[in-house]
């Protein structure tokens, strides 16, 4: 074979493998775009029914934190000014919420500029802005949604999110700080997306707490819109905040109770997270499982 | 002993924070430069409202067809910078500045900056007295402010008349009109300190909170000048009571704190709550009869630490522990 001909074959070669490399980059972006609704199989009880008081399994959180959610009293919900309030960004996810995402593109140049998400529950909205702009300075407002920016990791969108206000860990009064950062890694598989969250909070926790949420593609989905209207629910003085004082929350032990569950274990803390921490629980004293109601 | 240690504690960083009677009385000591290197940054709010940060406290600027009305004046050394970013929003003359309260670094720049603005008279006023009726910008506060500005204590924290307030109120409530706005100036009794204003834009729908609220440490109770933790939490309330939300309980009405980020009304609840929640546990503790050592060790500050704490500095735990405990057991 003449050598030019034989230096042809490996261009061609070259320029094949260069397009099926490009080709797969391209295809592993794939546009997360659309409306996708939520799965529950991950997490179930603490997602849908909500977390129970005390349980504060699997996080990572330190001794601060634990006594924020010792003293919460969940009727500070009933409070005006936190009925209609919304999750943050990095627990929204976790609400049982349709999912939709679309795209703002530059006309001109049909540059991508941003995804924007909105979530059915609360009509939370989240703009992750592409184009490569800085995060605001440190005074600037925080938000539910804080301010977001994106980047591709191969077939991963990876999502930094500051400026947020406080909010959830866990919606039993485990608090994440104001101080805290998100770090999203949205990962679109077929019709599944999976969400990624890993959140970084000096405050209030001993190790990044990572948690992930799971999506299925529904073309067919509605979003319903999210009235939500602040009325009197219970009078009380003004500026009063319900909350239990240190050592007083009379309910911390029926998360333990109900479900054979060492109450050191309840507690928390980044030992819990791993596996290996059940071994450790074995040695553990429990409490007196609490009688089931009689039925009715 | 305690009570002196504070004292010396705010004697040596009266300077930077303005927070003794020297500095709160504006006799701009040669150290009270604080940070000449800083730099003033301006950040829009919303309606004709911007943000002045890096000059000390915030400062408020509300800028509009009439002329420019500031929300404190910031230290003494930064009014150079401070006129600077005024003049990027606006060429016209300064005609309002309102103090929150004393301190100096909301009340450092006093003088320099009312004596680059000018107040609108005419008629009979300015036939009277002539030039010196305009030729600065009309200074308003509670009346308090004033009286310790002007307390012949001694020379040395004597505030130059130049610095004073030209108009104070009494009352509950003032209101004023200007660039097509309503604004009310809400005196809050004995919070930050017992001089402290609200500043309330209502068509703007912003609220300029002075120290009545901060985002950078747990709020700062002057007892000596009349502060109290009953009224910080009365103060917050009252901007609680004020705003009003945008969806999501976020957004409408935006706060814009003494110190720290801008703010809705969303972050004051956080804040509020936390306020709260600490004087609920500092009472409960001195309804069971505990001393201030004790108090001190139960550490009842003990889950917010980590955000709004401090164990060096102007202000620390320790001391917001002791003003708070001080505040309900009225032994100061």
């Known amino acids: 074979m003449p050598q030019t001909i034989r230096g042809c074959g490996a261009v061609t070669l070259l320029a094949v493998l260069s397009m099926l490399v490009l080709a797969r980059g391209a295809r592993a972006q794939e546009d997360p775009s659309g409306m996708w609704a939520p799965r529950f199989h991950e997490d179930w009880f603490e997602r849908i029914p909500g977390p129970e008081i005390g349980d504060y399994l699997g996080i990572p959180i330190n001794d601060a934190a634990r006594l924020r959610g010792d003293s919460w009293d969940a009727t500070l919900l009933e409070l005006p000014e936190n009925q209609c309030r919304a999750h943050g960004a990095d627990y929204g996810w976790r609400g049982p919420s349709n999912l939709r995402i679309w795209t703002e593109v530059d006309r001109a140049t049909q540059k991508l500029i941003a995804y924007h998400t909105h979530l059915s529950a609360y009509g939370a909205e989240q703009t992750i802005w592409m184009d490569g702009r800085a995060h605001p ?5 925080h938000t539910w949604a804080g301010f977001s920016t994106g980047e591709w990791d191969g077939d991963t969108l990876l999502i930094t999110t500051t400026h947020l206000k406080e909010n959830w860990l866990r919606r039993n009064g485990l608090p994440r700080s104001d101080a805290a950062t998100a770090r999203v890694h949205l990962l679109r598989h077929g019709n599944y997306l999976t969400v990624a969250v890993i959140v970084y909070d000096p405050v209030y926790l001993t190790e990044p707490f990572i948690r ?20 009197d629910e219970v009078d009380r003085p003004a500026g009063s905040v319900p909350h239990h004082l240190p050592g007083a929350n009379p309910f911390l032990e029926e998360f333990p109770a109900k479900y054979g569950i060492p109450p050191q274990a309840a507690r928390g803390g980044a030992e819990t997270m791993y596996p290996e921490y059940i071994l450790k629980m074995r040695g553990m004293p429990t409490l007196p499982r609490a009688a089931k109601p009689p039925a009715p | ?45 919303q309606g004709s409202i911007y943000m002045l940060v890096g000059a000390g406290g915030n400062i408020t600027v509300q800028v509009g067809t009439d002329g420019v009305l500031l929300v404190d004046a910031g230290t003494a050394a930064m009014t150079d910078k401070v006129l600077a970013a005024i ?16 301190h100096a670094d909301h009340t450092g720049g006093n003088e320099a900056i009312a004596h680059a603005g000018s107040t609108i008279a005419g008629g009979n006023v300015v036939g009277d007295i002539g030039g010196s009726a305009t030729n600065q910008a009309t200074v308003i506060a509670f009346q308090s402010v004033l009286e310790r500005m002007s307390a012949p204590a001694s020379a040395k924290e004597s505030v130059p008349q130049a610095a004073w307030p030209t108009e104070t109120y009494t009352t509950p ?24 204003t609200l500043v309330f834009f209502r068509r703007s729908d912003v609220i300029s909170a002075g120290d009545l609220f901060v985002t950078t440490g747990y709020p700062l109770i002057d007892l000596r000048r009349g502060g109290n933790i009953q009224g910080i939490i009365a103060g917050l309330n009252r901007i609680i009571e004020l705003a009003i939300p945008a969806d999501e309980q976020e957004g409408g009405t935006l706060v814009i704190p003494g110190h720290g980020r801008l703010c809705d009304v969303a972050d004051v609840v956080f804040y509020q709550e936390m306020v709260t929640i600490i004087r609920d546990r500092i009472q409960a503790m001195i309804d069971k009869g505990m001393s201030l050592e004790q108090v001190e060790a139960a550490r009842p500050t003990r889950d917010y630490d980590g955000r709004y704490g ?3 500095g102007f202000w620390t735990t320790a001391m917001f522990v002791e003003a708070v405990y001080r505040s309900l057991s009225a032994k100061h």
């Open chain 1, 137 to 141: 300075p440190d005074y600037a407002r």
């Open chain 2, 310 to 312: 401090s164990s060096t």
């Open chain 2, 1 to 45: 002993m305690r009570t002196t240690l504070l004292a010396l504690l705010c004697l040596a960083w009266a300077p930077a924070t303005g927070f003794t009677e020297q500095s709160a009385t504006g006799s701009r000591p040669a150290a009270a430069s604080a940070r000449p290197s800083a730099e003033v940054h301006v950040l829009p709010v």
């Open chain 2, 173 to 196: 409530e003032r209101k004023l009109f200007f660039n097509d706005e309503g604004i009310e100036m809400l005196h809050v009794p004995a919070a930050h300190t017992d001089g402290d």
């Open chain 2, 87 to 102: 003049r990027t929003l606006s060429d016209k003359p300064i005609r309002y500045l309102i103090n929150t309260h004393v």
């Open chain 1, 212 to 231: 992930t949420t799971d999506f299925i593609y529904a073309p067919q989905q509605q979003m319903a819109p999210w009235p939500c209207e602040v009325v």
